[in-house]
């Protein structure tokens, strides 16, 4: 075991800002991007769903007049 | 009849948006599991079993997000330009909304690199940043990634823009190799490759299995977020298609 104390741990031998700064933005890039595929995904199926049924609305009309 | 079919059931029957999207649905979790299992193990081995370094101290620990992340975004950039060739080739669909939904997930990465480059220079050289080969291709494979998005978002014409993306993500290719051997061809600041196929790693193993577990968590992840992603482009780009209109309409 490397750290004697969980302060040990979090100083990280005078190398806090780097090390933290590195694995903090890494872990934030890593859940914003999830986060915003996640999001596209829903968009896209509600978007797509909204057009299929605008398409239902105006095709079923035409096709009882014919 | 049913012998034609057979023969039809190659890489052409995966190539199919219809048969691919549900496929990629169900390979998701297995490849997010993977990613974040490595990952934690390659944390905890990475934070409290490798030893403090010698010469750099606790700052070498960067190096287990940095090399893997730097890995990544040459690696994604190759993977890209070989979907790109497929498509100019065979005019394959699938591998240009492939090589696209990889490239946000590959300029990603080489952000990390360069950011996690510089809180790793700023102790151990002195700087945050240096304009000497290593950084600056890889500062130029950032571009690359960001031009290649910006292209394929400035075209409205899916065919041109995947044929025009395409050709630039195969013309930038290049890059890669100077990326990588340039520590060997320049003088630079960087420090040379730790690991190569032809020498020992100059690492403690323990230190060698943390990076080798937080490079696999990152490939994983990459596959699990661009199966992701281009499940998202079929179904726009197939939006006519019967079936998306029943995957949308069924999938509530």
């Known amino acids: ?30 859940i914003a991007e999830i986060v915003w595929v996640k999001s596209k995904q829903q968009q896209t199926r ?11 609305a105006k095709v079923v009309p035409d096709e009882d007049k014919a | 009849m049913s012998t034609e079919t057979t023969k039809e059931f190659s890489w052409y029957h995966f190539a199919s948006p219809r048969t691919f999207y549900p496929l990629a649905g169900k390979m998701i979790p297995w490849f997010a599991g993977v990613a974040v299992i490595c990952g934690l193990i390659g944390l905890y081995i990475g934070f409290f079993v490798a030893p403090t370094d010698y010469q750099q101290g606790e ?39 492939m090589a696209g939904a990889l490239a946000p997930t590959g300029a990603i990465f080489t952000f990390v690199a360069l950011w996690t480059g510089a809180l790793w220079g700023k102790p151990t050289w002195g700087t945050w940043w240096v304009w000497d080969a290593r950084l600056t291709s890889e500062l130029l494979l950032l571009f690359l990634y960001l031009g290649y ?34 520590v060997k061809w320049w003088n630079t600041l960087h420090q040379g490759a730790s690991i190569s196929m032809t020498k020992a790693p100059t690492m403690a193993a323990t230190m060698l299995t943390a990076l080798i577990l937080m490079t696999i968590a990152f490939w ?3 596959i ?29």
Do not use: C
């Open chain 2, 59 to 97: 700052s070498y620990r960067i190096m287990f997000i940095h090399v893997a992340a730097a890995w990544m975004s040459m690696f994604i950039y190759v993977i890209m330009a070989i979907y790109a060739t497929i498509y100019l080739a065979m005019n394959v669909r699938l591998a240009d909304m």
């Open chain 1, 1 to 30: 075991m490397n750290w004697g104390s969980a302060t040990e741990f979090f100083a990280m031998g005078g190398h806090a800002l780097y090390v933290w700064g590195s694995y903090g933005v890494t872990a934030v890039l890593i």
């Open chain 2, 220 to 222: 994983m992840y990459t």
């Open chain 2, 149 to 182: 998005l910006s292209l394929r978002g400035a075209i409205d014409d899916p065919n041109r823009a995947a044929k025009a993306s395409a050709l630039l993500a195969l013309v930038g290719v290049v890059n890669v190799p100077i990326i990588y051997f340039s």
């Open chain 1, 46 to 56: 509600q978007r797509l769903a909204r057009m299929a049924q605008a398409r239902a």
């Open chain 2, 224 to 252: 699990a977020v661009v199966l992701m992603r281009v499940r998202s482009d079929i179904l726009t780009r197939e939006r006519d298609a019967t079936w998306v209109l029943e995957e949308i309409g069924g999938g509530k």
